[in-house]
């Protein structure tokens, strides 16, 4: 069949009508155009859509019938023109989002939340993964943005802070340290310790060695696990103790006691990265409250 949402609408004016005259003034066409144009639409279903006389123009069954899937089309149609619009603008659609223990700990909940009142037609998909993951899963194109440790050296990548925080160590609650109101890291230099891996927490560990170094030693890592989840419970078992930042404060449980380091003053960054190259209009949105919450 070669009619289109012309023969459509004009049908549906006439429809609506029951007078061509008046349904061509409608239209803002000329009466026997639209007579021609309603007369090949029948043609093509095979079917009579108005009984006419002189006098009166009527609906017939098939026409009737026809006029209601007509309406489910042009709302149909009507719909994706204007959600198509809505995703250009940035009002609808999804956001793929990478997360670090920190980053879920900290800030990010609140931002997510604020955003997401803002913009309620975009579709929130948060994806808990180490910083390493996430870059790759950035390159790949399998995320719009990671929240990481950071800063990060990217090329072709651009970033903002989102929060920075004080190192702190967490001990099990019969640990000889665990009544101290804080602790030297020196200290620690004969301690076991918990972490994540070297591979899987890289960007972590570009912070903790250092620090340890200045203070004279290496960590003396016995276990290691992937998140602080399983960290924190290790350590609960009294396996070690470890190093994390102070929005660990907020997921210890029983058992595990929270102690600053007096003479840490360097802090975590957690940073949103995303590539520099054309984001799409929802990333864009992001980005930019992203930046204005973090100036306010």
Known sequence: MKFGLRHIR??????????????AERLGIAQPALSRAVRDLEDQLGVRLFDRTNRSVQITQAGTTFLEGCRGVINAVENTVEN?????DGQIGRLRIGYTDMAIAGLLPRRLKDFQAQQPGLVLQPHHDVTTAQLHKLDAGELDVGFVTGPISRLGYDQCLIQSERFVCVLYEHHPLANRSSIRLEELAHEDFVHGTSKDWEHFHAYLIPLCRRSGFVPRVVQEAFNSAGILGLVACGMGVTIL????????????IVVPLEDVSEQLQTVAIWKS???DRATTLFIDFLRRDGSS
């Open 10 to 23: 004009y049908f549906m004016a006439v429809a609506e009508e029951l007078h061509f005259r008046r349904a």
């Open 84 to 88: 198509t619009r809505r995703v250009h």
């Open 245 to 256: 930042t102070e929005s660990v404060r907020g997921s210890v449980g029983a058992g595990l």
């Open 277 to 279: 190259e054309t984001p």
